[in-house]
């Protein structure tokens, strides 16, 4: 018998698979193409999702916009989301800024109507003034305005260009209002907790918070990430007989020795407690 029949064979063969296989995914059992929901992503493109939204909400302040988008992901709580998310970037990456990012977006949704997440600077306008020809100030509530002078008017009337409107300086920063020991035997965790409210009372997220405990050690927590809590609530957990330096950067604030004390139960018994410190943002 002649076995040399070439390789004619394989040729055929491999024609033969590409065909049954082009016909197979072209017309038997097409591949059917769809848009994936932003609900079936995997969670990491999830927390991608949110950063994008949470950035183009830092941009626009177009909450309506952003809830929209939020709610395209399914989840059952969005600022719960948000808030998880940022303590993961902070404990994963040490994002700070992406952190705050999503911490004033997790904020805004909680609020109706939603206002700036930090207070901002009042602008100061100065009343516009006018003097007439032999230099007088008139009343308030004349309608011209000081500024760079044109000339006198039919009526002899200095009237003069408006002067751009100065804006005031910083609003001012956090000051203390109280700090102290917290016993609470509900509290598993020895804490170092810090409520940061405005003026009105209302908590304020997305203030950063530093903590070091020694030359080479030090971390950044961020207000607002506990919002069940309150939005101007942040929490670290400490270690018993460490010394900790509390500071507020940008406000000169810095709470230097804190310590976790020691508290007794009912029973005698003694406990790490926690430590409690509040400020206020007089705006």
Known sequence: MNSDRGHWYLITALVLGVGLGLLISWVIAPVSLEDTQPKNLHADYKDLYRS???????????????EARLSLLGDENPAQALAAQAQRNLAEEGDQEMARILVNLSAALQRTPSPETTPS??????????????N???????S???????????????TEIPSPTPTATDAPPFVKEDEGKLCDPALTTPLIQVFATNADGEGIPGVEIKISWSPDRQETFFTGLKPEVDQGYADFEADVGVTYTIEMPGSGLVFPEVVIPECTSDDGDPYPGSYQIYITHPN
């Open 144 to 158: 011209n305005q000081t500024g760079t002078p044109e000339g006198p008017d039919a009526n002899g009337t200095q």
């Open 121 to 134: 600077a009042p602008t100061q306008t100065l009343t516009p003034e006018t003097k007439t020809a032999d």
């Open 52 to 66: 994008l939204i949470a950035r183009a909400y830092q941009a626009n302040k177009n909450l309506q916009r952003a």
């Open 136 to 142: 007088s100030t008139p009343s308030p509530g004349s």
